[in-house]
């Protein structure tokens, strides 16, 4: 079983540039996460999808963070402007109701 | 609202040693538990999750974590560790609504194994 892909794995950018990263989830999970992985800390939780609708969004910086699943399979995010602190992992999950939650290798955004 | 407390940031074990890396949790609501495994540069690796059933869970490389309800713990074990068991480990805790899971992680501990 393949699993949860993303890309790009490494992206350097500078301060106020946009960026995207892209995920592709599990085959049939209907739940699509993005978190945050800040350096020396837990993941935090950006969004939740199920199918192509938003679970929780709540912990989004709206302002300048945007996600979208389009027919409920693959997933973008997206920065615009980014700043310094948004220098992270940005990880990329699937899940089907209790079966655990897998994660993807992430995308580790340098913003200089 | 759920939180996640791991009580160590840092564990240092010699080789064939037993380690127990500690999570305490809160919630209102019953809840779910995870620990993950995370290497230099990868994602996170699901080791083992109490859903229900017994307390005592085994996961992957020889891990296995106590769930203890009264306790509000699920600290992680293993009675031999191995170089190759260096990395930081997360708990985390989920609030199954019935249509899927949201996960909150603790802040992690690093296992240090040396020779």
């Known amino acids: 079983e393949a699993g949860v892909a993303q890309s790009p794995r490494y992206k350097i950018i500078e301060k106020r540039q946009s960026v995207a990263f892209w995920c592709n989830p599990i085959s049939g999970h209907a739940t699509l996460y993005w978190y945050q992985q800040i350096l020396g800390q837990g993941p935090k939780l950006l969004i939740q999808?199920?199918?192509?609708?938003?679970?929780?969004d709540s912990q989004l910086p709206k302002d300048r963070f945007s996600a979208e699943r389009l027919k409920g399979v693959d997933s973008t995010l997206k920065i615009q402007p980014a700043k310094l602190e948004d220098s992270a992992v940005y990880l990329c999950?699937?899940?089907?109701?209790?079966?655990?939650?897998?994660f993807g290798q992430g995308t580790r955004l340098t913003v200089v | 609202a759920q939180s996640v407390t791991q009580l160590d940031s840092q564990v240092p074990v010699f080789e064939e040693a037993p380690v127990e890396l500690r999570c305490n949790y809160s919630s209102s609501v019953s809840v779910y538990l995870f620990w993950y495994v995370q290497y230099p540069n990868q994602g996170l690796q699901l080791l083992l999750k109490y859903l229900s059933g017994s307390t005592l869970v085994k996961g992957i490389n020889g891990f296995e974590a106590e769930f203890n309800k009264s306790q509000t713990s699920f600290h992680l074990r293993k009675p031999s560790v191995h170089i190759s068991d260096t990395a930081e480990y997360f708990c985390?805790?989920?609030?199954?609504?019935?249509?899927?899971?949201?996960?909150?992680f603790g802040t992690g501990t690093r296992l240090q194994v040396t020779l």
């Open positions: 985390a805790v989920s609030d199954y609504t019935g249509t899927a899971s949201k996960l909150t």
């Open positions: 999950a699937s899940s089907i109701r209790t079966g655990g939650v897998f």
């Open positions: 999808f199920q199918n192509n609708g938003v679970v929780d």
